[in-house]
């Protein structure tokens, strides 16, 4: 299996961070399994943290459907930790899950403290939105 950072450069969200700065956003990452059945992001609930799935399989629901599946490599909850808004969609585990967690507080910290990181970060998500919501950003 790569490694967390591999998997972290390879993301649309943190293609352009060198490997400084993808060493620091890391190191605010806390590893954590989540078990199967398990709904660890709930439509509607403020956004805490975001997940990097390492391992296992969950599903995103929209109300009763069912958007996608993600595994490994997937990142979750992303949007909601940037901008603070509320989860458009629940995630269900349904296999155990390996995750990496990124806390919003510690995530903001480092964005105030490194403009660098922020910018970039800043043209990963316009990306994310594009890809998610076609024509939604110009």
């Not at 805490?48 to 909850?77: E, H, Y």
């Amino acid at each position: 299996m790569s490694s967390v950072n591999d998997q972290l450069s390879n993301m649309e969200l943190f293609r352009g961070l060198s490997k400084a700065d993808l060493k620091k956003v890391r190191q605010l990452m806390t590893p954590t399994t989540i078990k199967a059945g398990k709904e660890f992001i709930t439509e509607g609930d403020p956004g805490r943290q975001a997940f990097l799935v390492l391992s296992g399989r969950a599903t995103v629901r929209r109300g009763s459907k069912i958007l996608t599946t993600v595994g490994a490599g997937d990142f979750l909850g992303e949007m909601s930790v940037l901008t603070g808004d509320h989860r458009t969609a629940s995630v269900t585990a349904e296999t155990d899950l390996e995750v990496e967690v990124l806390n919003r507080r510690e995530f903001s910290s480092l964005l105030d403290e490194q403009p660098r990181i922020a910018k970039k970060l800043l043209m990963g998500v316009i990306n994310r939105l594009r890809e998610l919501e076609p024509g939604l950003v110009g």
